[in-house]
Structures are given as C-alpha cells and as structure tokens.
C-alpha cells in the first residue's frame, strides 16, 4: 500500500487490536527524531465502520464531511501529516448504550498501551495523547498497563472519568511520568452529571469537575473562565468566548483550541506556562442571572 498523509487506522474490535504494523514501521522510520507522534481517541457514539458514525471518516480523518457540523479534522490542524507530526487514529466502538461504552472504554486502554509500546519499541520514543469524553477513560486505563515514559501526555477534553479512577491511574509508574492537561468547562456540566447519576448512581464526581487534588503532572485548565481566556490570550493563543450554554464538544470545536493543543504537542507552549485559575461555579453556564435554562438555539445537541 502506497504510504500517504493519511493517520495509521488502528481499531480496538472483540479480538483485540487491528493495526497495520508494516506501515507503522515504514511511518516511524521516516519521521524525524523530534517530530510528534499522537494517538487520537474519540468518544461515544462513534464506531469503525458505522456508517456516518465511523471516526474514521469524522474527526479522525483529514477530510471529514462538509455536512458533519461537529467533524473538525484533528489530524489536519494538529499537524499530524506525517511529516511533521504522525497521527494515530484509535477506533473502537462506542456506538451503543453508555453502560457498555462505559466498559469498552475501560477496555480499549490495553489497545492503546499496545500501540505505545509498538511505539517505543521501534523508535524508544512515547506517544501523546489527545482524547474527547470516553476517550478519556481509555486514555487513562492505558497508564496501569503501560511501561514507564512509554506514554508522555495526554490532553482530554471534556473528559468522562471519575476522579477515583483517573487517581488510581496517576499512582502508577506510567502515571507518575505521564503529564495530563485536562481541558474542561462549564458547559460539560450537564454531561458530567449525567455521567455521574447514570454511570455512577450520583456516588462517584467526573474529572470533568476537576480532579479535586493537587498532582505535579496533572494540569486542571478551564476554557470557560474569564482570567483563563485573558491568560492564554497573553500566550499567544486567544479562544473565542463560548458560544453556547451547553455543548459536550466545544474543548475542539471552539475555534483557537486546537491550535492550543498542537503548541503543546509541538513544545512550543509548556505545561507550566498554562493559567492556573479556580473553576466556576457549577452550573454556572445554565443558571445565568439565577435564571433557569430553557432550551433553545444555544444548546448543543447530539
């Protein structure tokens, strides 16, 4: 097969992981020494192979539909061309019930430990990680099972773990040199509590309200908050205000925020560079003015 500009496809499926090492091999051999490699996991409701739902052909792709109005191709504005920086795109499939998502995500992490360690062995360098929602729960199953420096950062966005998990998950040795920028705001609290009460019974708080500790390597960064947005601004890097009251996707769909990710994939930006602000308060997105929500044209719908 002719190589391309093109992600590595690699798919989670009942048998394990499906990957083309060969032109793996061929992809990392070529790549320069400094360049980035970066596995990109989606989250629920997308499948391989499903249709339109296929992640592939969404925002796992360099050329998602024109129609699709949540496909923003992270390969393309992350600079993942093969060259520059190659990109990984991790499939599995989340087209089904949140309950048994929930469980195949926890499972997909040894997929993504797989694919870390094919990394390294060839080339001795670790992967990056850019997951949205139950990517992030995959992303963080992969640090138990996953060697030392094999798996270098992660950024989530708009993740959907618990705190408990994700904790437990930093503990380990692949935990505890992995560096985790956690994007996350206000308009996610919906989803989160949905995760938590329907997921959770309510006993459990989602990552998506914070970690709730103070870790060296694990970076809280709020996207909704004023003194964020004036401190990213100063970085070089503005975001436009968030549109909506409610949207699962703006952490990538807002525009400025995927130029974010690729100077920290590409050194350019440092982690401890980032604004280190206090979150809003919850449901501060929705109760504007102490006025309940009512849905309408802000809200960001499946």
Not at 36 to 45: K, T
Request: aromatic content about 6%; overall charge positive.
């Amino acid at each position: 097969m002719t190589d391309d500009s093109r992600p590595i496809r690699a798919d989670m499926g009942p048998d394990g992981l499906k990957l083309d090492r060969e032109r793996l091999g061929r992809k990392l051999d070529l790549l320069p020494p400094t360049a980035p490699v970066v596995v990109m996991i989606h989250g629920w409701r997308y499948a391989p192979d499903f249709a339109r739902d296929c992640p592939h052909g969404s925002i796992l792709s360099l050329d998602p539909r024109p129609d699709d109005r949540r496909a923003v191709s992270w390969p393309r504005h992350l600079g993942l061309n093969g060259t520059a920086g190659l990109g990984i795109a991790l499939g599995w499939n989340a087209k089904c019930d949140p309950w048994r998502a929930h469980w195949r995500a926890g499972r997909t992490g040894a997929a993504l430990a797989e694919i870390a360690g094919l990394v390294h062995a060839r080339t001795g360098r670790g992967v990056q990680v850019i997951a949205h929602s139950l990517g992030a729960r995959v992303a963080l199953a992969a640090l138990s099972q996953s060697a030392t420096d094999h798996i270098t950062r992660m950024i989530l966005l708009a993740p959907a773990e618990t705190r408990g998990r994700a904790l437990a998950a930093m503990g380990t040795p692949a935990g505890r040199s992995v560096e985790v920028i956690n994007v996350t705001t206000r308009e996610n609290d919906l989803f989160d509590a949905c995760f938590e009460w329907g997921i959770h019974l309510g006993l459990r708080t989602s990552i998506g309200q914070g970690l709730g500790r103070r870790l060296p390597n694990w970076h809280d960064l709020w996207i909704d908050q004023a003194q964020t947005l004036q401190a990213l601004a100063a970085l070089g890097h503005p975001l436009t205000a968030p549109p909506r009251r409610i949207c699962h996707w703006s952490p990538y769909l807002r525009p400025g925020t995927i130029a974010l990710y690729r100077a920290l994939i590409e050194g350019r930006l440092a982690v401890r560079d980032l604004p280190l602000n206090r979150p809003g308060r919850r449901w501060s997105r929705l109760l504007l003015g102490g006025r309940g929500w009512q849905p309408g044209p802000d809200a960001c719908h499946t």
